[in-house]
């Protein structure tokens, strides 16, 4: 009798709702959070299919540890995920482990040391007062892009503060919320669907990748031509230099690089931020207990590092609405046995794992849908909650990241009340990463 490759997968159960051909996802569409938080009351791992791709989720905070820490070496980061290195293939959060990665993130971590973060902190600042300053009481916002533009406008400046880098500003903004919007049903779609004309966020998706890829290149080029300093990321970048062997990037791996570092790093501040200020608008106490830290620590314009340490309240805050509007879904394939809890998984099998759900999960986030900062006042251990991914593939701007929101947060927040527009019902995107449909915000002074 041959031999089963699959060993012990056997045994996994696999999710209620599977239709022929197209799997779960119908389930998926329909209510993928739902979808997603429900898979850990069929086990730790559960069977999902992707119309014929069986992925097997993870369901539980240990599991998903061993996957992302303990036996990451048995892992890339998955067929699934893997089908975005179209947009860009020689980038940290794309690439899969092994020296290549370990080289970029060596040449890429003096772009995120504290001296670093404290000059972009700077301009983050700068760039959240004079939005604040824009406004006025009475004033009708669409309050996620206000705070889009904001994140944009501060990592575009960050990243090019030359004249060609703003000249291109308004584009990348553009492209980066088509390619935010449209990525993560451009990765579940299977291949044999995705040039059917009914699947259009691939089309929006696509094009979107191409002018963004051609807009970096104009840029990274325009750099190497003029050879000059201007104190800014794409400069940094160009200039790193591997200390063993003198190398550094090429100029499509620095361009990589800068359109991952925006997609990753503008999607998820921007809709860190709304989430906040969504959450703040249905919760009147904690919003004023956050205006009373926010009276005490900061007493001049500018919000430095001594402040930010003493903003505990406003990281609960922080930390609760990234718990609970989290990635939905990550991807890793097996490269090499692994043990999960006596499961043997063999090679060539597909993982996943939802961190939404994780953060979700009631055993260690009771009455996990309410949104209460005040839980943090003792943290969770602190592989329950990962927003920005854990061991070697951890997001290497995570500093850079929490700073951009904490600065925008205090900074709105000490000036401005949100309140929400009466006739707008607030729904999550499932997205890369979730973000509100629409945040309509009528302002009044505090």
């Known amino acids: 009798m041959p031999t089963d490759p699959h060993g012990d ?34 086990g730790p791992v ?3 299919e992707l119309g014929t791709l069986p992925v097997y989720f993870v369901t539980t905070a240990d599991l998903v540890r061993e996957v992302m820490v303990a036996q990451a070496r048995s892992v890339t980061k998955g067929r699934l995920f893997g ?31 504290p001296a670093r973060v404290a000059d972009y902190a700077q301009v983050m600042g700068r760039r959240a007062r004079e939005l604040a300053n824009r406004w006025t009481t009475g004033d009708h916002i669409l309050l996620d892009h206000e705070v889009a533009d904001l994140v944009m406008g501060t990592s575009i400046e960050t990243m090019f503060r030359s004249s060609i880098g703003q000249r291109v500003a308004a584009g990348l903004c553009r492209d980066t919320r088509i390619i935010s ?17 009914l699947i259009p966020a691939v089309r929006r998706f696509d094009a979107a990748a191409a002018r963004m890829k051609a807009v970096v290149d104009e840029v990274v080029a325009a750099y190497r031509s003029d050879g000059a300093d201007h104190n800014d990321l794409l400069s940094t970048l160009l200039a790193a230099r591997d200390v063993d062997t003198g190398a550094g990037l090429s100029d499509a791996e620095v361009r990589d690089e800068l359109v991952m570092m925006l997609l990753a790093g503008g999607e998820t501040c921007s809709a860190a931020t709304s989430w906040v200020f969504h959450e703040l608008g249905r919760a009147p106490r904690t919003r004023k207990r956050l205006g009373d830290e926010l009276d005490t620590v900061i007493t001049t314009p500018e919000i430095g590092h001594r402040e930010l340490e003493r903003l505990e309240y406003t990281a609960w805050v922080v930390d609760e609405a990234q718990r609970l509007h989290s990635v939905p879904v990550l991807t890793r394939h097996t490269v090499a046995p692994l043990d ?19 953060h979700h999960d009631p055993h260690t986030f009771p009455d996990p849908a309410r949104f209460l900062p005040e839980r943090w006042r003792i943290p969770p251990p602190r592989h329950t909650f990962v927003p920005f991914g854990a061991g070697g593939r951890k997001c290497i ?34 997205a890369t990463v979730p973000r509100p449909d629409r945040l309509p915000m009528v302002l009044a002074e505090r």
């Open 9 to 42: 997968l056997r045994s996994v159960p696999r999710a209620p709702g599977r239709l022929p051909a197209l799997g779960h996802l119908p389930s998926l569409f329909r209510d993928p959070l739902a979808f997603l938080d429900s898979l850990r009351t069929h």
């Open 46 to 48: 559960v069977r999902v």
């Open 83 to 113: 089908r975005l290195s179209l947009l860009a293939e020689q980038s940290l959060p794309v690439m899969d482990g092994g020296e290549v990665h370990r080289r970029h993130r060596r040449l890429m971590q003096p772009l995120f040391t």
């Open 397 to 430: 701007g995570d500093t850079f990241g929490r700073t951009q929101v904490l600065i925008a947060v205090a900074t709105l927040a000490a000036r401005w009340r949100f309140q929400p527009a009466p006739d707008h019902r607030v729904r999550e995107v499932f």
């Open 181 to 197: 919007k449209n990525a993560l049903l451009r990765t579940v779609c299977p291949p044999a669907l995705e040039r059917l004309p």
């Open 340 to 358: 999960l809890g006596g499961l043997r998984i063999p090679p060539g099998t597909e993982l996943g794992l939802s961190l939404h759900a994780l």
